[in-house]
């Protein structure tokens, strides 16, 4: 059964250090996302994305982030500049349509320590 | 996206039916009902998900009231791979976000 991939599965990095995070979608969905969930909270939405461009953000969803599909098959996750409280597991999800009926299936996720 | 209410746990013995509860009595005409579980800290997996009628996988089945203000998951032989958090997640038919809770915490004994 297809399935999204994500990596790493653990990255550690310093405060104010840039990370990408990346993602393989499954090949024949057109909608991309970003959740995160920190230890012991909920999974939190962060961004959408569709036909190149960010569809929906949450409040989380600041500056500091950006995605992008760089190629018909990576999406990833940039965080600039890295901050204590970004240490999160973050899970990348796709679905293949937009609309309520069409499931989103996720990775399992890289898990962000930022020291 | 209308809000879910679920037990913060519940207990199954191996081998039996085991069935959550969801709550969502504001839920509106065009929402889906969505059930995920997450295993430990891997990702979200998609389970069912159903609009008016019930439905049925090779997983578990959902069962839906007719008004659609709750609804059942019912993982009819419960093993202990099953022990995980399963979510209840309403979502309108033109929305991008899911909105995850905090779900039933389902223990499976041996």
């Known amino acids: 059964e297809p399935e999204v991939t994500q990596t790493p599965s653990h990255q550690v990095t310093q405060m104010g250090q840039e990370v990408i995070l990346r993602c393989v979608p499954i090949?024949?969905?057109?909608?991309f996302y970003w959740y995160r969930q920190i230890l012991g909270q909920k999974v939190e939405f962060l961004v959408s994305f569709y036909n190149n461009e960010i569809s929906e953000k949450s409040e989380i969803f600041d500056d500091q982030f950006s995605v992008e599909r760089p190629d018909g098959s990576n999406f990833t996750l940039k965080i600039r500049s890295t901050k204590l409280e970004d240490s999160a597991m973050y899970f990348c999800a796709s679905s293949e349509r937009g609309q309520g009926y069409s499931p989103l299936h996720f990775g399992n996720g890289t898990r962000l320590t930022v020291t | 996206d209308a809000k879910t209410t679920q037990p913060p746990s519940m207990d199954c013995a191996e081998g039996r039916a085991a069935n959550l509860p969801c709550n969502h009595s504001?839920?509106?005409?065009?929402?889906?009902v969505y059930w995920y579980r997450q295993i430990h800290s891997q990702g979200p997996q998609y389970i069912i998900h159903g609009l008016k009628n019930n439905e049925t996988n090779e997983m578990a089945s959902l069962i839906i009231t007719e008004d659609r203000k709750s609804s059942t998951l019912i993982l009819p032989h419960a093993t202990l791979r099953d022990t995980a958090v399963y979510y209840c997640?309403?979502?309108?038919?033109?929305?991008?976000?899911?909105?995850f809770g905090t779900g039933t915490s389902l223990t499976v004994i041996p």
């Open positions: 997640i309403v979502r309108v038919n033109t929305g991008n976000q899911f909105y």
């Open positions: 090949s024949n969905h057109l909608y």
């Open positions: 504001t839920i509106s005409g065009n929402e889906y």
